[in-house]
């Protein structure tokens, strides 16, 4: 799976970031989450966001 952040909808709650087993979500300059190359496509984040801001590719 490839996931790529809604960046409309991302409200910077930083919770994704703590579920990904891989380290793979940051906070851009943004104040939005994005998803680095480690990201294995585990889809764990997909499932947590509250916002749905997370989405499969
Ligand atoms: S993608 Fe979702 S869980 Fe991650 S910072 Fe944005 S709103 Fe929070
Ligand atoms: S799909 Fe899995 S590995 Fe990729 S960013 Fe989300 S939690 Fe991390």
Redesign the pocket.
């Given at each position: 799976?490839r996931?790529r952040v809604n960046k409309e909808k991302c409200r910077g709650c930083k919770i994704?970031i703590r579920?990904?087993?891989?380290?793979?979500?940051s906070i851009g300059d943004d104040g939005k989450a994005q998803?680095?190359s480690?990201?294995?496509?585990?889809?764990?984040?997909?499932d947590?966001c509250v916002m749905s801001a997370?989405e499969e590719e």
């Open positions: 799976m996931v994704c579920v990904c087993p891989s380290r793979a979500i998803i680095g480690q990201c294995v496509g585990c889809g764990s984040c997909v947590l997370i």
